[in-house]
């Protein structure tokens, strides 16, 4: 028997059944960057998936957390709380100026989803133990966890077609917002809205209106997409119609990442459920939430007065620990300002450089979440043929050395199985130099990957020799 200190990369499974020599060992971090055992520097681009909220090495959240396992390293929460567990509800409910009443403190995205759907259905069930609804109604595209609930209301078809045999057929969905992929030829944006909810008010029609639970969606989506000014009022509005909740997946979005705190603040529409995670806790422990408005609290309390619901690890003390020291240096800092600022100048670098690029099709993001699709064609916006694997080698490409970032990407941007896009979603505390280096670093990635797709690298390479791929100017005014 070997000693416990000894590694064998074999023992470990995260995805790869063959081997692990793909992954790359990390020794530590700091900043913006990850430092590998071979020495070199990754500029962490994406804060692994949108998590790294506050950079690596942040320490004021490591004592913070290595003074709560002093405290206390475990309660049960169905027993007991601690005083970083309230604080941090305090401090989430706060900052929604009242529009949430409750937090509900989780480990991860998927779970925090998985539980916004089962307190949305028990919401219903204190009113009538008789309730027909169940059902749930999402959209096309969207991504809200791996468990098999979350797999059923999310559309990330690579991820979920293995285990359709397992995946309920109580959630339906309709068409995203999606304004590059979804508006038609000279349809204003009050024209798509309105037919976007009118999709929604015939699938509630359809399924019986008072068969759902809930719509769900995310503010804005894996892909960066942002709706069109007036969407999710009028989804609201349909929502209210037929006394179905509104569920919104702020896992990803959330937490200061798009500019403002809390997604929804953007929209003028407020959920009634919840779901936050990856920049909560940025990272120092795993970390979920749900944030409750006072309608469903008042549900509970006018029936069992319980939420049905409980997990070994919910309201884990050193979790919260971290989660609250992050949301003090979130706020002492003003990091979402600075997030704000540093969004704008890094969406006007991508447009700047990439907008004339052959084959990227759409830039968009807002705050420090910003995503790039590729197609095969501006035009027709005719995706990528699947095997030329873009967004492998986008990624790949980007771990090589002389490129040194790392990169978020995926596929089925255009139909669930098609099109490849990446995602830049830094640390909230980016400089402008921070953001001229990492946009500099992503041309350098897409000129080497389309450089090697044959017909289109004769694009790349064109559009690289007019436009300067390999340097970056600052565009003036756009930091500030």
Known sequence: MGSITEASSEAYLYK???????????????????KLSDGRKILDATGGAAVSAIGHGNERVQKAVAAQLKQVEYCYPGFFMTACAQQLADNLVKSTNGKMARACFLGSGSEAMEAAMKLARQYFLEQSAETPRYRFIARDGSWHGATISTLAAGDFKARKWPFEALVSDNISRVSACNPYRGMKS???????????????????Q?????????????????????????????IRNVCDRYGALLIFDEVMCG???????????????????????????????????LLVNERIIAGLKEGSGFFTHGQTYQSYPASC???????????????????????????????????NHPNVGDIRGRGLFWGIEFVADRVSKKPLDSRFNVAKRLSS??????????????????????GDHCLLAP????????????????????????????GKGKLAKDYSNANGCNGVERVDGAGH
């Open 16 to 34: 790869h059944a063959h081997s692990n020599d793909s992954y790359l060992s990390v020794e530590s971090g700091s900043g913006l960057y990850l």
């Open 186 to 204: 000279g349809e204003t944006s009050t024209e798509y809205v309105s037919r976007l909810a009118q999709e929604l008010e015939d699938e509630f």
């Open 206 to 234: 359809r399924l019986g209106p008072d068969t759902v639970c809930a719509f769900i969606a995310e503010p804005m989506t894996l892909g960066c997409v942002t709706a069109v000014p007036g969407y999710f009022q009028a």
């Open 255 to 289: 937490m200061g990442r798009t500019g403002t705190l809390h997604a929804w603040e953007q929209e003028g529409v407020v959920p009634d459920i919840q779901a936050i995670g990856k920049a909560l806790g940025a990272g120092y422990a795993p970390i979920s939430a």
């Open 321 to 355: 620990a971290a989660a609250l020291e992050v949301q003090k240096i979130v706020e002492e800092e003003s990091l979402v300002a600075n997030v704000g600022h540093m969004g704008d100048y890094l969406g006007a670098l991508l447009h700047n450089r990439l907008d």
């Open 397 to 418: 490409t980007g771990l090589q050395e002389g490129y040194n970032i790392s990169l978020f990407t995926a596929s089925g941007s255009a139909d669930g199985w098609h």
């Open 427 to 454: 640390p909230y505390t980016v400089s402008t130099t921070d953001v001229e280096e990492i946009v500099k670093r992503v041309c350098k990635v897409i000129e080497a990957v389309f450089g090697s797709l044959g």
